[in-house]
């Protein structure tokens, strides 16, 4: 089906080969789609949401736009703090992804 959970991890498996590749709008296209599937077809607060929104984050930070990275890093933090224990280690890299943005932003 064209909204299964599955379609929207490979999605994000694409996104991730693009960004390793420097191909920054087809990472986002893919994570984008695979975004719009998950919420679709999962619980609005599943790891695999935060998951997606955290590497559309690191994608925008890559390309310098700090803003919007920061904005998808957030959307991440939040949901992982929902679905995870607090002392999960995605909750610890997603609170130093957010702090290593907001330090770039200050300079």
């Not at 984008?32 to 599937?37: D, F, G, H, P, V």
């Not at 619980?43 to 949401?49: E, K, L, T």
């Not at 700090?66 to 997603?94: G, W």
Request: with cysteine.
């Amino acid at each position: 089906p064209p909204d299964h959970p599955d379609l929207g991890i490979s999605y994000n498996n694409i996104g991730i080969a693009h960004h390793c590749l420097g191909h920054y709008d087809l990472a986002l296209d893919h994570y984008n789609r695979s975004l719009k599937i998950k919420l679709k077809s999962l619980p609005s607060q599943h790891r695999s949401i935060a998951s997606t929104c955290k590497n559309m984050g690191l994608v925008y930070e890559d390309n310098v736009e700090l803003e919007q990275a920061l904005i998808y890093m957030k959307k991440a933090q939040t949901i992982y703090e929902v679905a995870l224990q607090l002392n999960h280690p995605d909750v610890a890299k997603i609170k130093n992804d957010v702090k290593r943005v907001e330090d770039k932003l200050k300079i």
